[in-house]
């Protein structure tokens, strides 16, 4: 048998909660144009007062770009229109608009938090963390469905589109975050897929579908993001228990290197790339993999986490920033289907306990997380 999840399809109350929030206005458009052609921009960095002769009222902020040659070096008002900059002088300053002056509001983002898990984790960080908190979406009329239904709950989650499958549309998450709030403080990388049991795709399609977004977008995510993340930062890959199990299915070599501590990043690709082509070859099982393409992913998202935290040590040591892989339960979703014993927000307390480990705490880091207890890997 090569299906995956022995879920059940969703129940009609969830199709019917899914339909109820469809209809909803968009809300206003949180996410800023992306600049086209045009070098990176120079960011500001906040100044003393400016003399009223610079045009500011003593309540005004101001802010000196820093990176203006010192003909430019003039002061820019938030808030003023940005025609206004324009006229006022340098060409230096033509691309920052007062709106892309950065931000000091720690930032949150959850991938694939349209609905299930990653929603529930948006709902819990937007009443616990304190900042923005991005609620992503690969289709952004699904996310904007997501964003007004929590608006309605009294939350006020901003939204971003965020594809993992696809390259651009990451680069362009981690560009906006660059921009606008200079890094990110929590990555939950909650994105995933699971063929049902049921599913009569071919295996070898299953694992390349699956492989690609539960390990090698989610790694691309964190190649992409993980340089942003701030100091005590916190990141949470959501993986399961079913990699636990999958690696029990491994042959005693796979498991050794799949536990090994010294394992790098590139030899993990070489390993889910060769899983991969076993199963075009139908010799998957023969090579020492287990029957669940899911479950492969998933070991995947473990180790790739085990490694990250290693080179956080390695590299970061003194930024005090902890990185965790978990599993968050059998959970109601699309997904795991309705007999799953836990709601979403049950699902999210797990995540959302590692997002938001306090500044003090030093650990858990690098390890596997269920119940909010570390498990062995
Ligand atoms: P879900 O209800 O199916 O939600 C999955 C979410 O991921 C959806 O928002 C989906 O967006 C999004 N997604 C899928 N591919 C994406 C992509 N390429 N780019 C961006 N977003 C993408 O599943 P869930 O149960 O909440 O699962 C959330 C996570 O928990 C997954 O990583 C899953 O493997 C893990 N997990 C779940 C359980 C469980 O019992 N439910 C158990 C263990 C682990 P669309 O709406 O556009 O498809």
Same mark, same amino acid.
């Given at each position: ?10 129940? #009609? ?11 909803h =206005? ?5 996410h ?20 009223a ?19 430019? =070096? ?34 949150? &983002? ?6 299930g898990?990653?929603?529930a984790? &948006? ?17 952004p ?30 680069? &362009?998450?981690?560009?906006?975050l ?19 049991v049921?599913?009569r795709?071919?295996?070898? &399609?299953?694992?390349e ?5 539960n ?12 340089p ?21 299915g491994?042959?005693?070599?796979l ?5 090994? #501590? ?14 991969v082509?076993d199963?075009k ?23 790739l ?36 014993p836990?709601?979403p927000?049950e ?8 997002a938001l ?19 062995t890997?």
């Open positions: 048998m090569t299906g995956e999840y022995h879920f059940p399809p969703a129940p #009609d109350s969830l199709q019917r909660e899914r339909e109820s929030i469809d209809g =206005a968009i809300p206003r458009k949180t800023l144009a992306k600049r086209k052609n045009k070098p990176p921009l120079p960011l500001p960095s906040p100044t003393r007062p400016a003399p002769a610079a045009g500011g009222g003593a309540a005004r902020r101001h802010f000196r770009c820093a990176r203006l040659p010192p003909r430019c =070096a003039q002061l820019l008002l938030v808030g003023r229109p940005f025609p206004a900059l324009r006229s006022a002088g340098s060409d230096c300053c033509f691309g920052i608009h007062p709106e892309k002056i950065m931000s000091n509001v720690p930032v949150a &983002v959850v991938t694939g938090s349209n609905k898990i990653g929603l984790i &948006v709902r819990d960080l937007c009443k616990q963390f304190k900042g923005d908190v991005y609620l992503t979406a690969r289709d009329a699904r996310g904007q469905e997501a964003v007004a239904k929590l608006q309605e709950e009294g939350l006020h989650p901003l939204f971003h589109q965020l594809d993992i499958d696809d390259l651009q549309s990451i680069k &362009v998450l981690r560009d906006f660059k921009e606008k709030y200079g890094g990110l403080n929590v990555l939950v990388n909650n994105a995933g897929i699971a063929f049902k049921s599913d795709t071919p295996f070898a &399609v299953q694992a579908v699956t492989l690609k977004t390990f090698f977008g989610t790694r691309n995510i964190c190649t992409e993001l993980l942003l993340i701030k100091p005590y930062g916190r990141v949470v890959n959501v993986s399961s228990m079913v990699s636990i199990s999958a690696l029990g491994c042959s005693q070599e498991q050794k290197k799949f536990r090994s #501590d010294t394992i790098t990043e590139d030899e993990l690709v070489e390993l889910m790339t060769k899983f082509e199963t070859k139908s010799v998957h099982e023969k090579e020492g993999w287990p029957n669940t393409a899911y479950g492969v992913s998933k070991i995947g998202v473990t180790v986490s085990r490694i990250q935290a290693r080179m956080l040590n390695e590299k970061r040591k003194g930024d005090h920033i902890l990185l965790n892989a978990c599993c968050p339960g059998w959970v109601r979703t699309d997904m795991a289907g309705p007999k799953a836990k709601s927000e699902g999210a307390e797990t995540p959302v306990y590692l480990l306090p500044s003090d705490a030093d650990g858990p880091h690098g390890q596997f997380v269920s119940e909010k207890t570390v498990r890997w």
